[in-house]
């Protein structure tokens, strides 16, 4: 098993997962350690996945070793195994009613772990691609953009020609955000170059910590992915309240599939909250300063 279902902050969605951090240890086999080459000082600080597995399914943990592993040691039979279990754990969604509004099955990629080589990238182009038409709809977050400390990762792992490895990467990884059923966000946080600055880069939805460096942004209401599907369908920049030091005070409708105008309506009304909220965030963070 290498897909996974639901977790408490996406929601019942499928997900695939990998091993978190920047890779360790010399070659392939430093993917097994860690799958994020462009992972930035605030991710080595404050990654999510060091604090809890990604899914309350202790399998889950299993399933990424087994999706590393696969994906390294075998591509073809990674994506054939990907197919399949999508459409089988598809059918389980579609059956309990768990699907998005017009019918299709969210998939997150890389609740933990990113696209940490183009061939692997190029194996999620060719998935994508073979379901196409079969309303799955795909999306995530990655710093695998940021070239220079790919090539720099790729480099101290001892992988050759880093420099062209890391541009590759991006190039797929631009192919793979126009497709259709995907959403892809260039993940950036204050340690990373600001992405707007990048021709490459513009069009590029951004999801930052605290901040985005595009101007306009929404805080995540940090309600189940599937219930507010801002980020599924890709509807604009988003940014994450730093998560070690955060108290949620927002209500959460949990039960409540929201239309895009009923999000629209609940994100109004909550605004003030996540006001006060944020500046709850900012004063902690000023007293409590290491
Ligand atoms: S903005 Fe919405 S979809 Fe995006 S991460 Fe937050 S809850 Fe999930």
């Given at each position: ?26 070659g392939?086999?430093?993917?097994k ?33 087994r999706?590393i ?5 075998d591509?073809?039979?990674f994506?054939?195994?990907?197919v ?18 017009d ?11 990113d ?11 060719d998935?994508?691609d073979?379901?196409k ?13 940021w070239?220079e ?5 790729y480099a101290r ?26 959403t892809?966000?260039a993940?950036t ?20 910590i605290?901040?985005?460096?595009n101007?306009k942004?929404?805080?995540c ?21 730093e ?9 959460k409708?949990?039960?409540t ?13 909550e ?20």
């Amino acid at each position: 098993m290498l897909v996974v279902i639901g977790n408490t902050k996406i929601g019942k969605a499928l997900h695939v997962n990998l091993p978190l951090g920047a890779p360790r240890g010399l070659g392939f086999e430093a993917f097994k350690s860690g799958t994020c080459p462009g992972a930035s000082l605030w991710c080595l600080e404050n990654c999510y996945g060091i604090d809890r597995p990604p899914s309350e399914d202790p399998e889950s943990i299993g399933a990424l070793m087994r999706a590393i592993e696969l994906s390294l040691g075998d591509l073809k039979a990674f994506k054939e195994t990907i197919v399949g279990e999508l459409l089988d754990k598809a059918r389980f969604l579609e059956a309990s009613g768990d699907t998005l509004e017009d019918g299709s099955v969210p998939v997150r990629l890389h609740v933990i772990g990113d696209f940490y080589h183009p061939d692997y990238a190029r194996a999620w182009l060719d998935i994508v691609d073979e379901l196409k038409g079969l309303k799955f709809k795909f999306w995530t977050y990655t710093k695998s953009w940021w070239t220079e400390k790919v090539a720099e990762t790729y480099a101290r792992i001892g992988l050759k020609n880093p420099q062209a490895l890391a541009e590759e990467l991006l190039s797929t990884l631009q192919e793979l955000r126009r497709r259709e059923n995907f959403t892809l966000y260039a993940s950036t946080d204050k340690t990373m170059p600001d992405i707007t600055e990048r021709p490459e880069m513009r069009s590029w939805l951004e999801a930052g910590i605290e901040f985005t460096y595009n101007k306009k942004s929404i805080t995540c209401p940090e309600i189940p992915c599937v219930v507010c599907k801002y980020c599924i369908y890709g509807r604009g920049h988003v940014k994450f309240l730093e998560r070690r030091s955060k108290v949620r005070l927002i209500p959460k409708p949990w039960k409540t599939p929201l239309s895009s105008k009923a999000w629209k309506e609940f994100m109004r009304a909550e605004k003030d909250e996540i006001e006060k909220y944020l500046e709850f965030i900012r004063n902690f963070q000023k007293t409590n300063k290491p």
